[in-house]
């Protein structure tokens, strides 16, 4: 857990500013709020670059995990109140989620458990958002290879090609999608079962990591691919986020 969350450091350095005809709502995750919020605050002040509006908000409650565990009363209860949080925010703004697990439980599974529809996008989606619009900051060239793994729920529901299309955005980059499955860490089943856990990371994704050079850019789209790849194979790997953030502050070096 870390010192600070990402509430508290946002309530911290929002300047408040707002006057751009567009607004993005980030939704924080309570593994993004404790434990990641460095992911956050990579996307938070790329979102100040942009010619939007940013407003957060976060949850108390992991929906994915409820669902996991069987609780979908508890998981029901969450989601309608996660929707009425949502229903208060105008149609035509944006609403982004950090972690992939979470954001497509919001918008999958909601679907079925309460019957309503939460329009959450996911990071590289609201990017690709946000290109069209014409509201992306310019992005400096990142002369970079970069790996992608991502997470099984996204590879399930959205596929790669997004991720692809968002991160070809900044110029320089040569992206490609790892050849591999699951990471296996899928939730805490890796802290449950760590031999079973480590044996199907280097089954699914030992060849891939190989290829892996010392200037290369591994992108790994959850939280905990990125902790199972860190642990198993040694290698750091990003978010999606800190490319961006990157690229526009390269460029604002360049001015």
Excluded at 136 to 151: S, Y
Excluded at 161 to 171: A, E, G, K, M, N
């Amino acid at each position: 857990m870390q010192r600070e969350t990402l509430s508290k450091w946002w309530s911290l350095n929002d300047d408040l500013t707002h006057n751009h005809s567009m607004t993005v709502w980030v939704v924080s995750d309570i593994y993004t709020e404790f434990y990641n919020s460095e992911v956050g605050r990579d996307l938070l002040f790329f979102l100040k670059k942009c010619k939007v509006n940013v407003k957060l908000i976060t949850l108390n409650t992991s929906i994915v995990a409820l669902i996991s565990k069987g609780l979908l009363d508890e998981a029901k209860q969450s989601l309608n109140v996660f929707y009425k949080k949502l229903s208060n925010i105008p149609k035509q703004d944006l609403i982004v989620g950090i972690e992939p697990s979470e954001t497509l439980v919001w918008r999958d599974e909601s679907k079925f458990l309460i019957n309503k529809k939460m329009n959450v996008s996911l990071i590289e989606e609201l990017i690709l958002k946000l290109n069209k619009l014409g509201l992306l900051p310019a992005l400096k060239k990142i002369d970079k290879k970069i790996l992608i793994h991502l997470h099984c729920h996204q590879k399930s529901l959205v596929g790669d090609q997004v991720t692809l299309d968002s991160l070809l955005l900044i110029p320089g980059l040569k992206a490609s999608v790892m050849n591999g499955g699951c990471c296996g860490m899928a939730g805490d089943f890796g802290y449950k079962h760590p031999e079973v856990s480590e044996k199907i990371a280097h089954n699914s994704l030992q060849e891939s990591t190989k290829k892996v050079q010392r200037d290369d850019v591994l992108i790994a789209t959850g939280a905990s691919c990125r902790k199972q790849i860190l642990d198993v194979f040694h290698i750091d790997s990003a978010h999606p986020s800190h490319l961006f953030i990157s690229s526009a502050r390269f460029n604002d070096a360049k001015r």
